[in-house]
């Protein structure tokens, strides 16, 4: 029973690819992120939605969007992959808004851009 | 200034003994403060919370804090080799903000 699941675990592109990776959480969360963990292992917050709803939008390219079907689905689709969006990204998610720092990690997307 | 600094590490310590790593943070109004172990090539998990000023203890870990100073930190007393992560530590005001983390080898 998985409670944050995403896919796929891992992606290797070329330069210029658009990609997708999808995020499911089971634990009836309302509030979902997505991070990106760079080389040096920082992590870096990227997105947040509650309820379907965008809280944050960190500075980050054009090219990241992120869409929320339903509370329980963030997805994040990239476009025109660049050698620098190579990281690992997590999706996570908490109860809510309030209870912002007790995340649930999914396992993580690392994506290799050549 | 960066919003949360901790130190890199390594930092290496035997069996047995206590681990202590430290972190600061740049906002005042910062509230929450929590911890997190990442195992090597896994994902972040919530191991410590604390909100208010003196020492929060669970089982073999004790989180501190100092909001005067501006300061956490977080002990581990009897390490042992599973204890071996990076540990990141996270403020919380409008947004989760982490630390780079502090990689712990426990020596057995």
């Known amino acids: 029973d998985t409670a944050v699941s995403q896919t796929p675990k891992y992606l290797v592109t070329q330069m210029g690819n658009d990609k997708s990776i999808k995020c499911e959480q089971n634990l009836g969360h309302d509030t979902m992120y997505w991070y990106k963990q760079d080389s040096k292992k920082f992590l870096k917050i990227m997105f947040s939605y509650n309820n379907k709803e965008l809280i944050i939008n960190e500075t980050v390219p054009n090219r990241f969007s992120p869409k929320s079907p339903d509370k329980a689905h963030l997805n994040l689709h990239i476009n025109s992959l660049e050698l620098g969006d190579s990281a690992v990204y997590f999706c996570?998610?908490?109860?809510?808004?309030?209870?912002?720092?007790?995340?649930?990690f999914g396992p993580g997307t690392r994506l290799t851009v050549l | 200034q960066k919003e949360v600094e901790q130190n890199s590490g390594p930092l290496s310590v035997p069996e047995g003994a206590i681990a202590s790593l430290n972190c600061t943070y740049s906002d005042r109004g910062s509230q929450s403060f929590f911890w997190y172990r990442q195992y090597s090539g896994k994902s972040p998990e919530l191991i410590m919370f604390i909100y208010s000023n003196g020492d929060k203890e669970d089982g073999r870990f004790t989180a501190q804090l100092n909001k005067a100073s501006q300061y956490v930190s977080l002990l581990i007393r009897d390490s042992q080799p599973s204890d071996s992560a990076t540990y990141l530590c996270?403020?919380?005001?409008?947004?989760?903000?982490f630390g780079a983390g502090t990689t712990v080898t426990v020596r057995a």
């Open positions: 996570a998610s908490s109860q809510d808004m309030a209870s912002g720092g007790e995340q649930f």
């Open positions: 996270a403020v919380s005001i409008h947004k989760l903000s």
